[in-house]
């Protein structure tokens, strides 16, 4: 059983940066894929970013690209979502995510896919 605990949230104004951690315990963390979604007030959760077992291939929704970027740690049993450009409409609740990795080149951006869920963390972006 994968344990995921998120943390790095907080209010931030518009054009500012956060990043975000999500320590993991319990499993093998670098054979997980890593998923980082977010959910705001009345919207369905939605896939932000998601990083590979190795950490060498990572993948973007397109609202987010250019801005985020996820990263990890595989000896911290740590992944990252560095936050930068911030906008009002980033604000959600963050979530990260892990799943096995059985694939080199397919990438996870379906919730339905991941098996292990932080709690999530609140991201405010004042505009």
């Known amino acids: 059983q994968v344990q995921l605990v998120e943390s790095g949230g907080g209010l931030v104004q518009a054009g500012g940066s956060l990043r975000l951690s999500c320590a993991a315990s319990?499993?093998?963390?670098?054979?997980?894929?890593m998923g980082w979604f977010r959910q705001a007030p009345g919207k369905e959760r939605e896939f932000v970013a998601m990083i590979k077992w190795s950490g060498d291939r990572t993948y973007y929704a397109d609202s987010v690209k250019g801005r985020f970027t996820v990263s990890r740690d595989n000896a911290q049993n740590t992944v990252y979502l560095q936050m930068n450009s911030l906008k009002p409409e980033d604000t959600a609740v963050y979530y990260c995510a892990a799943r096995a990795d059985y694939s080199t080149t397919y990438y996870y951006t379906n919730r339905g896919e991941y098996d292990y869920w932080g709690q999530g963390t609140q991201v405010t972006v004042s505009s």
């Open positions: 319990g499993g093998t963390f670098s054979r997980y894929a």
